[in-house]
């Protein structure tokens, strides 16, 4: 089993002129030497506390909204890091980090070794175009940003954002994994695929 920490955050999400307060969970996956981070949001510096010192691999936005990457330039200055993103969401880059590129690329199938542990990554566009979530088959967990939710999808309405297309990831790509699969979330409650999945007809007629 990896071992597994999470930290939360708060700060501000800011898109389309507005800006609303949340709390963001920031999920650190790897074992006791070495770890990635997935969504360093608002500070940095609760996220380095619970590195403890271990070597932080590499930095791995679920998706390029403010909330989810705000720490992450920070974090990659304090570590060495490498910050890796989705292509299809450097706009939302870039209004964060008009003077930083990412490192590396975010390829759907493409797997993160880190502590023993290997994450698969699965591009789930619908929330934003790059949104992508990290699978670990192997303690049957799935890290799903904003994709996927304890209640229902991500948020859309958005600029950059579509239901259908949302809908269609979960169901493609999400609902296709084993029941058992603990799901942890961009904000809130962990859920499971068997909890959710269920419900997709419902969010299906919500878009008719």
């Avoid at 609303?20 to 940095?44: M, P, Q, S, T, Y």
């Avoid at 192997?138 to 309405?157: K, R, V, Y």
Wanted: with cysteine; hydrophobic share 35%.
């Amino acid at each position: 089993m990896a071992r597994l920490d999470r930290v939360v955050t708060s700060g501000v999400f800011s898109l389309d002129g507005g800006d609303f307060e949340v709390e963001n969970n920031v999920w650190i996956v790897g074992d006791d030497r070495e770890a990635v981070v997935i969504d360093a949001a608002h500070d940095h510096r609760p996220i380095l506390d619970a590195l403890g010192g271990r070597t932080l691999e590499a930095i791995v936005c679920t998706h390029g909204h403010n909330d989810h990457i705000n720490a992450a330039a920070d974090l990659a200055e304090e570590t060495g890091a490498p910050v890796w993103l989705h292509p299809d969401d450097s706009m939302l880059w870039e209004v964060v980090y008009p003077d930083r590129r990412v490192d590396d690329s975010l390829a759907d199938g493409a797997t993160i070794e880190v502590g023993g542990a290997r994450l698969s990554v699965i591009h789930t566009p619908g929330h934003s175009p790059g949104g992508c979530c990290l699978h670990l088959p192997e303690d049957g967990l799935l890290f799903s940003g904003d994709t996927l939710f304890n209640g229902g999808p991500g948020a859309t309405g958005r600029s950059f954002s579509s239901y259908d297309t949302i809908l269609d990831s979960i169901e493609n790509r999400l609902f296709t994994l084993p029941e058992s699969t603990t799901v942890h979330t961009g904000h809130g409650d962990s859920t499971s695929i068997g909890a959710e999945a269920p419900s997709l007809a419902e969010w299906r007629a919500a878009s008719s």
